[in-house]
């Protein structure tokens, strides 16, 4: 079983659609969850960390389920420039150096 | 701020060469950098761990003869792949970690380096 799991999509939806995007993790010893987004052949940016409070920034609202392993993204009122592949991230504690582990990713693809 | 500068972005070289690709954290210091390899519609994955003044830290099965680092300051790794293949051709970026963050903290991305090996 992969350490983080996402459905890869790809998502196409309409502008102004809201959509919901799911990750699970293997590892129980993870400690920080984060969402980044990757435009094609860029570095990946972070987009938010997620918190089990659940935390919003504008348009985008993340939620974290510890006893699910299950970390989400919602994204409202899609704009086309959030077309991107959206990567769910998580740090194991006891690695020594804090590794950023990585899904593979979800695409998303916003249409007029 | 926080940012980090990866050079070059872009390579494009013969089999057999060696490449060197380098990270900069031009606004804070990284006693830690990480060096990660994407290929198409996969994750990134981790090469090495690369700490300040000392041995980088190998995820297994990457050669570290192959995949030299190193991190002689607090604000500069390098990575060089040598005597590339096409097999080795990708996209490799690094990251780095303020020193004063703690390991649970995010890491800052530079653009990325495409390496195509022909």
């Known amino acids: 079983r992969k350490e983080v799991e996402q459905d890869p999509g790809p998502f196409n939806v309409p502008e102004g659609a809201t959509v919901a995007f799911n990750c699970t993790y293997s590892n129980s010893a993870s400690q920080s969850f984060f969402w980044y987004r990757q435009d094609c052949r860029k570095e990946p940016k972070l987009l938010m960390s997620v918190y089990s409070s659940g935390n919003e920034d504008g348009r985008f609202t993340a939620q974290l389920n510890r006893a699910s392993q299950y970390i989400s993204l919602l994204i409202r009122d899609s704009k086309l420039s959030d077309s991107a592949t959206y990567l769910c991230?998580?740090?194991?504690?006891?690695?020594?150096?804090?590794?950023?582990?990585f899904g593979k990713g979800t695409k998303l693809s916003v249409k007029p | 701020g926080a940012v980090v500068s990866q050079h070059p972005s872009w390579v494009i070289c013969k089999s057999g060469t060696s490449v060197k690709i380098e990270c900069r954290s031009l606004?804070?210091?990284?006693?830690?950098m990480f060096w990660y390899r994407q290929f198409p519609k996969q994750s990134l994955m981790l090469m090495a761990t690369?700490?300040?003044?000392?041995?980088?830290?190998?995820e297994q099965g990457v050669e570290k003869d192959k995949f030299l680092i190193n991190h002689a300051s607090l604000t500069l790794s390098t990575l060089t792949v040598t005597s590339a293949h096409p097999e080795d051709s990708s996209f490799y970026i690094c990251?780095?970690?303020?020193?004063?963050?703690?390991?649970?903290?995010?890491?800052?991305f530079g653009d990325g380096t495409r390496l195509s090996i022909l």
């Open positions: 690369s700490n300040e003044g000392s041995k980088a830290t190998y």
């Open positions: 606004d804070f210091q990284a006693t830690t």
């Open positions: 991230v998580v740090i194991v504690y006891g690695g020594s150096q804090g590794n950023l582990i």
């Open positions: 990251s780095a970690r303020p020193t004063d963050r703690g390991i649970f903290s995010t890491q800052h």
